[in-house]
C-alpha cells in the first residue's frame, strides 16, 4: 500500500470538515429543539444489535443493507444499525411501552452496506421522528407537517411532496386472489411503471375484467390532486378498503394544503417503495437539485408485534448530512484573537468564554493569522486593562 492509499475511504464513506460540521451540528440542535417544542423526546439506540431484533419486520431491503457480525460473548449474530426506526420501534414496544401516544425523535449515525440512488451515502446521520400508538390520519398529518417544518428550518425554500398508499394495490392484490409468483411479475411491473410489461401481466394473472381494469388504471395514476378524483372513478366498484386510502389520501392533502400552501403535492398510487414495510400512507419529500429525496416516511403499523407489543406507527426520516447542504452559508467571522501571554491574560481570556465567546489564544511562536481562525476581533491590552478591539 503507498502512502496515498492510505489516505483513500471507502467508496459511500465521507468525512465533514469545518466548516460544514459546524453547519450540521447548529442544524442538529435546531431539529432537535423542533421536535422538543411538538412535544417529542429523544432517545439515543445502540450502533449494534443482535440481528433477530433489528430486522424484525422490515423485509430483506434493510437485510442486504446491514454489515453483520459475531458476537464474541455469546456467539450469536449482530447487525450494525442501517436504519433507526426498528430499534426505536423495540423500544416503545419493550422498554418504554407507553400507555396511548409516544412521540420520539432521534439523531445517530448508522452504516449501510451499500449505497444506492435513494439512500444516499452509506454513513448517513439519521434524524427523524416516529410516533406510536396513534392509527388515525391525525396522527399521519403531525408527521407530514413535521417533516415540512424539518425542511424549512434546514433552509428548502421549495418543497414538492409525494403522497401514497400502499393500502390501495395491497387491497387489490387480496381481492385478486394471486399467488406469490404472479403478485412478484405484477409488482415488478408497477414499480417498471411499463404499460406493456403491467397490461401482460394482467392479461395473464387477473381473471376479473373489473379488477384488471384497476390494476391498469393504477399505473397510470400520478400526477396532481385531481389524480384522486379520477380514482374515485377508476375504483368505484374497488373493495372498501381502496375507498377509505383514497379518503385518507384527501384528508391528508387537505390538511397539508391549509397548513404549507406553498408546498407542490405530487401523488402517485402506484408507488410501492417499501412495499414489505409500510402499511398506509407513504410520502417523500423532494428540493430542486437534488435527485433523491430530503425526507422519506409513512404508516408502518405493529412493527412492535414481534416483541409483544403490536402498535400502530407512523414517522419520517432525513439525512442530516445532506440536509446541511441546502445553504451554503460562510462560518461567522465573531471570535477574539488572544495573545499567547500577558499579565492577566488567562483570566481574561476566560472570562471572555464564559460569556459565550469565541476566542482563539496564539501558541508561542505561533504567527499572527486572526482571520484564518474566524476572528473579527484582537484582544489588547491597554491602559492597564484587557480590551477587546476591531480588526
Known amino acids: 500500500m503507498t502512502i496515498a492509499d492510505r489516505w483513500l475511504l471507502p467508496d459511500g464513506m465521507d468525512e465533514v470538515l469545518p466548516p460544514q460540521a459546524s453547519r450540521m451540528e447548529e442544524l442538529r440542535r435546531a431539529l432537535l429543539d423542533l421536535y422538543h417544542c411538538w412535544g417529542y423526546d ?6 449494534v444489535e443482535f440481528l433477530d ?20 460473548l ?30 420520539l425523535c432521534y439523531c445517530t449515525n448508522v452504516l449501510r452496506a451499500k449505497a444506492d440512488q435513494h439512500q444516499g451515502g452509506r454513513s448517513p446521520v439519521q434524524v427523524g421522528v416516529e410516533l406510536f400508538g ?30 401514497g398508499h400502499i393500502g390501495i394495490y395491497r387491497s387489490l ?3 385478486a386472489d394471486l399467488d406469490a409468483e404472479q403478485e412478484r411479475a405484477l409488482f415488478e411491473a408497477l414499480e417498471l411503471k411499463s404499460p406493456g410489461a403491467l397490461a ?86 423532494f428540493v430542486p437539485g437534488y435527485g433523491q429525496a430530503l425526507a422519506k416516511g409513512g404508516r408502518y403499523d405493529d412493527t412492535g408485534k414481534a416483541f409483544g407489543r403490536a402498535r400502530p406507527a407512523t414517522g419520517f426520516s432525513m439525512d442530516l448530512k445532506l440536509l446541511a447542504t441546502l445553504v451554503h452559508s460562510e462560518p461567522a467571522c465573531d471570535g477574539v484573537w488572544a495573545p499567547a501571554e500577558g499579565q492577566g491574560v ?6 471572555l468564554r464564559a460569556a459565550g465567546r469565541r476566542v482563539v489564544q496564539a501558541l508561542p511562536g505561533q504567527g499572527t493569522a486572526p482571520q ?14 484587557w480590551q477587546i478591539e476591531a480588526l
Open 42 to 47: 429523544q432517545v439515543m439506540p445502540p450502533p
Open 53 to 72: 431484533s433489528l430486522l424484525t419486520g422490515t423485509g430483506t431491503d434493510l437485510d442486504l443493507q446491514t454489515f453483520k457480525l459475531t458476537d464474541q
Open 74 to 103: 455469546t456467539g450469536r449474530m449482530m447487525g450494525v444499525s442501517a436504519d433507526v426506526t426498528p430499534q426505536v420501534a423495540r423500544m416503545d414496544a419493550h422498554s418504554m411501552r407507553h400507555q396511548g401516544p409516544a412521540r
Open 134 to 163: 396513534h392509527g388515525g390520519r391525525e396522527a399521519d398529518l403531525e408527521i407530514l407537517n413535521l417533516a415540512l417544518a424539518s425542511l424549512k428550518v434546514a433552509g428548502a425554500e421549495e418543497v414538492h411532496l409525494a403522497l
Open 173 to 175: 392484490v387480496q381481492a
Open 200 to 285: 401482460e401481466q394482467v392479461s395473464q394473472a387477473v381473471r376479473d375484467p373489473a379488477l384488471g381494469e384497476m390494476f391498469l388504471a393504477l399505473g397510470d395514476l400520478h400526477g396532481g390532486p385531481e389524480v384522486l378524483e379520477r380514482a374515485r372513478d377508476q375504483f368505484a366498484g374497488a373493495p372498501p378498503a381502496v375507498g377509505e386510502a383514497l379518503a385518507q389520501l384527501q384528508a391528508l392533502y387537505r390538511g397539508v394544503a391549509q397548513q404549507h400552501p406553498e408546498v407542490a403535492l405530487y401523488f402517485d398510487l402506484a408507488e410501492l417503495r417499501g412495499y414489505q414495510y409500510h402499511t398506509g400512507m407513504m410520502f417523500a419529500a
Open 346 to 351: 488567562g483570566e481574561a481570556i476566560a472570562a
Open 372 to 385: 484564518a481562525h474566524r476572528c473579527s476581533h484582537r484582544l489588547v491590552h491597554r491602559d492597564g486593562q
